[in-house]
């Protein structure tokens, strides 16, 4: 039996639902490891904000490319603009994130506005965009003593507090967790 080569979703409350019927997508396209649940990340993503942010429905299309899965989440409701994608997280992050996440994990983002909806495509190569133009050779490893590049996909959240000076209230710290609160930890 032949794999299919498109998929299309309606976009519900049953992110569950979504997630696996992207994986199971994605996997038979040739996705896998960390590229397959990056993928399912960001759809996870754009599909919760279409349902906090936007109409609360539209559809979620999957397809296969020669180099990857292409993925396009449509809102009817038309509100994602091009400025929300640039946009940095809050910090501290609580909420927000989501279209970062997903400009950190995939390999392409784009944005449209077809008939006024809001079209989010998002492309995961089958191998890292560094390794899919070929097998790499001993010429292409870095030279001796230096680093190689740094990924581009590796999700990390880096955040020093200062200690927060003897007079400053829990209120005054946005970096002090509940829990602290609750168990009176300074």
């Not at 995961?124 to 003593?145: N, Q």
Request: proline fraction near 10%.
């Amino acid at each position: 039996m032949d794999k299919p080569a498109a998929m299309t979703l309606p976009i519900d409350a049953d992110l569950a639902r979504i997630r696996q019927a992207v994986r199971g997508f994605a996997e038979e396209a040739g996705l896998a490891g960390e590229r397959l649940q990056n993928l399912v990340l960001a759809v996870n993503e754009a599909v919760t904000n279409v349902l906090d942010h936007g109409a609360g429905t539209g559809s979620v299309h999957l397809w296969r490319a020669d180099e990857g899965v292409r993925v396009q989440i449509v809102d009817p409701a038309g509100r994602l603009q091009p400025s929300d994608l640039d946009r940095s997280p809050p910090w501290p992050p609580t909420h927000g994130m989501g279209l970062w996440v997903i400009r950190q994990v995939c390999d392409e983002v784009r944005l449209d506005h077809p008939e006024g909806h809001s079209r989010l495509e998002l492309f995961m190569a089958y191998r890292p965009v560094a390794e899919s133009r070929g097998a790499a050779s001993a010429a292409d490893a870095p030279a001796r003593g230096t680093r190689p590049p740094t990924p581009r996909h590796p999700l990390r959240l880096h955040h020093r507090r200062e200690t927060p000076a003897p007079d400053d209230s829990p209120e005054d710290d946005p970096g002090r967790s509940r829990l602290q609160d609750a168990a009176g930890q300074s």
